[in-house]
């Protein structure tokens, strides 16, 4: 969330800003507002210096023998006054808050403006895989191996939802446990956070109210009904939501484990078919709590951890930085690990490495209180996906396969599928 101190201060730099994002903003009516409560909070303070200095000579003028009854009268419709202000400054209060919630967090300076034609990539790594057969894609490939049931997936939970089977399974599950070992042994702690969230973490992680649509709610949809998670950063920036942490334990680093539940998924164009999009799937995310001053060195952090998964999974990919209009609402900076599917010709993101500054603490009132000064301050959230398993297994098998229609198991899962090497039929 942005600071109406900042809006006040540097308008024209915020207006430009928001723009890149594609976001036109017209703050004089909130600027109005927070210069009529200004206003409003020094008559209160006015009064309240008034009736305070009455209400001491009270005790003098009963001494000296002064009828107070009209005193006690005046000082009776002052605090009506002083009431009816304060009600007013929340009324201002709520209008600013309205206007600025639904506002996209700022990009950084040096992000491209636009959509997805102008993001950029900055690096590519692996060896793009060459053939000398006519190679299969994931559906075909994954239908014939028996590791994905996509036809009894439909039949149980509808388009978007699939079934893995056996080895699909077992490779699945590979993949999540090496994802686990790598994470604790970078000194990450590991969450089980719950799939069914209150609106606070929804609105804290800055997807609610404009966002709320593109979850599954458990009741109807309101601030007092549960949702199923989108994505393990809801619950994880809002575990300290309300709290004062210690700048000493700062960085905190934390990753979890769930499926994740959209209801944004479920297109029918052919580059995503089988699972490339799906309304459920498997993911492991991570997060951190830093200082304002370690922020960029834990997004490089972050981005290095999601690359370094798929460099040693073998998968040829790239990194993409996201030009500012394709950034998320809720972050400022944001890094795509991108895997190439052979067989569409295109590279899928398996991970987005994003930078929320204080845009979420803002929201979830979650600060550190600083060693030297003891002064408190918003810390900053960073998350990155660590990873999503729903393309890569596409990605494994295309990339993977072999001209007999076996495919090769990557060498870091092999330990984690009983020493198997290759799927066969």
Known sequence: ???IELIKNETKKVQDLLEKKGCKVDFSEVLTYDEERRKTIQQVEELKAKKNKVSSMIPQYKKEGKDTSSIFEDMKLLGSKIEELDKTVEDYDKK???FIVVLPNLPDEDLLPGGKENNRVIRTGNKKPEFSFKIKNHVDL????NLIDYDRGVKLAGNGAWIYRGVGARLEWALLNYFIDEHLNDGYEFILPPHMLNYDCGFGAGQFPKFSDEVYWIDKKDEKSKFLLPTAETALVNMYKGEIIPESNLPMKFFAYTPCYRREAGSYRQEERGMIR???FNKIEMVQYTTPENSSKAFEELVS???NLVKKLGLHYQVSKL???????????TYDIEVWIPSMGIYKE????SNAGDYQARRNNTKYRKNDTKKTEYVHTLNASGLATSRLLPAIVEQFQNEDGSVTIPEVLRKYMGGMTVIKK
């Open 1 to 3: 969330m942005l600071s």
């Open 96 to 98: 600013i808050k309205d």
């Open 142 to 145: 994954c239908t014939e191996l």
């Open 278 to 280: 799906g309304h459920q």
């Open 305 to 307: 951890k999601a690359e």
């Open 323 to 333: 030009a500012a209009g394709d950034c998320s609402a809720s972050m400022r900076r």
């Open 350 to 353: 398996v991970s987005s490495a």
